[in-house]
């Protein structure tokens, strides 16, 4: 006999975006999937007899802080879908891709940011998820310190930010237990680091200059809703 038992989680999700130029198709599926996003989701864990009690989304669009200045990196604060879904979708129809300047990006800052998230520390069960879309390589963190609009408190290298991360040793700005990484990024080395040496971390290699137009939504939520 079937159960009817759900688990209940509370999923705080963070879409980490590459707002570079050319990333403009991998937006373009974010923003034509925004309104579907929620339904989406939880269409899928109802499969799996698992309920999302509250399901929190935060963007963190980023470029490069050399080369696009105030427009480096924008930075949202969560919305509780489904009801913000209408700010949580012009938030992200506003998003437009463009500059970058030189190949690496500010990957690692954007990263940063949403590692130190306000995650929900409330509920038995709870998923703390960031996905990370980009087509490009990073810089080393640090590398647009110069900039007049570099933030202060950012990691000052990759062992820095790893330690935001934790690990079962030592607890970072996440949860342990309820931490996800998923990362559709380059096979490029930074990347290859944080997917070979962070616990919790899904990646789905992508290639640069291509847009990430080779991913499909479905897979994208699959993926998303595998790690809840």
Known sequence: MASNYKISYNVDMVFCIDCTGSMENVIDIVKNNALNFYQDVT???????????QLRVR??????????????????????LPEQSKEFEQCVRSLSAFGG???????LEALAYSIKSNWETEGIKKRQ??????????????????SPYYPKGMARDLPELS?????RQHKGFVDNNAKRLILFAPDEPAWNIISRNWDCVLHFPSTAGDG???????????AISNTI
């Open 43 to 53: 269409g899928v864990m109802a499969n799996k007899h698992k309920h999302i009690n």
């Open 59 to 80: 963007v963190v669009a980023f470029r490069d802080y050399l080369e696009d200045a105030e427009n480096a990196m924008q930075v949202t604060e969560f919305f509780t």
């Open 101 to 107: 300047g030189d190949e690496p990006e500010d990957g």
């Open 129 to 146: 998820v960031i996905v990370v879309w980009t087509d490009s390589s990073t810089h080393d963190l640090g590398y647009g310190s110069s």
């Open 163 to 167: 330690a935001w991360w934790g690990d």
């Open 212 to 222: 990430l137009s080779q991913l499909e939504y479905s897979q994208i939520i699959d």
